[in-house]
């Protein structure tokens, strides 16, 4: 085998098959062929601009970075392990059609500041497209709200029946965890947002770049400031991995919630048929498959963080090998975290909510009982200690007579304490319940109505 035809100057021979295999990168990182041609297209120009190169050869450079950009679109293009990864294809390819001059491209720049370039390019372009993604299961959920303001379900903590709330209530608090995974995308993105390129292998260039000119052209606010950080980086895919564990971990959560939900135990909701599977031996189940694989695929993007985030601490600066492992864990994140979103805008739009069932469980385990101590205090003047006392006998009673709070008699009541009046029974129902949680934040219909108002007019504006 002979020396590698790009770098292989100093060498006599040319790598063991094994060797070729463990280098190359090229069947993950053609990924980056549309970022690493604009960045080749944004270097040239400087490079001309700057009298680095003549023009002649600039043109020629970015007619040819066109033709191999169509012929990748079309897919006509070859790669061969051999020429290792995308940047080495494609300053390869550009030899073959325009000659000579192709070797001009590569001048005040490395592979090193290119394949950080590539990235932040790669990554940035992802973060824009989940931003939508995550936007559209907003309004998903915001459309269930809507409709479901005054749906009353059991609310839990520790998955113990504890107080009514209301079906668009929980919704909101899913839209409101995926705010903040915007609004993680959005810091990120901005710490992201400077361009590399122009660091060279580690220490700048003794070219007269202009690197404001790359910067610029190629969407950045700015160069990075120091060559040796610039090449050797990678916090923020380590940013965009923290933000999709995060975000995995919100969908997982809500995807669990539907596993439970549509089960013959608890019938709250029933997912379409869009979402659901069946089983080959019983032929009565309807499985919610997509939720659990969005649960299941929660691990994997924690996964990716937890591996670049090892692949990167051991690692003397600058530049090293190893950073060629970022890229898969960054693919395999962004592409699941893609197909979940959706799939989960799809289940949530999807999605069927029995109201009778949910609201038949909603005063299962007593749960109107802290509004039967609340009416204590507020109608009897009674210390909120005692009335909790006073409301843990009478729910005692209530299990003993294997019936609900709102069961019992008035007179049985008073044989607890004897100054209750038939006034309680107004806050006795779920119903009730619900409609008195007006606090700031409360889960009352009138209090949800306001939020999905609110929430209409925002993401209107996004
Ligand atoms: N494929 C390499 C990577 O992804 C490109 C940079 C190679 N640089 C080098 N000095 N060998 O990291």
Redesign the pocket.
Known sequence: MSANEL?GGRFAKGPAEIMERINA?IDF?RRLYRQDITGSMAHSSMLMEQGIISREDGEKIQEGLQTILREIEAGNFKTDPAL?????HVEARLREIIGDSAGRLHTGR???D??ATD?RLWVRDTMDHLDGELKALQEALLGQADAEAGTVMPGFTHLQAAQPVTFGHHMLAYLEMFSRDRDRLKDARARLNECPLGSA?LAGTSFPIDREMTAKELGFDRPTANSLDGVSDRDFALEFLSFASICSMHLSRLAEEIVIWSSAQFRFVTCSDSFSTGSSIMPQKKNPDAAELIRGKAGRSAGAFTCLLMMMKGLPMT?G?D??E??EPVFDAADNLQLCLAAMSGMISDITVNRDVMKGASGAGFTTATDLADWLVRKLDMPFRNAHHVTGALVKMAENKDCGLEDLSLEDMQTVESTITKDVFDVLGVDNSVASRVSYGGTAPSKVREQVAAWTQRLAGE
């Open positions: 770098w990168s990182d290792e990864d995308i940047h080495m490395s592979r090193n290119q394949v990235m292998a530049y090998k950073m060629q970022d890229k």
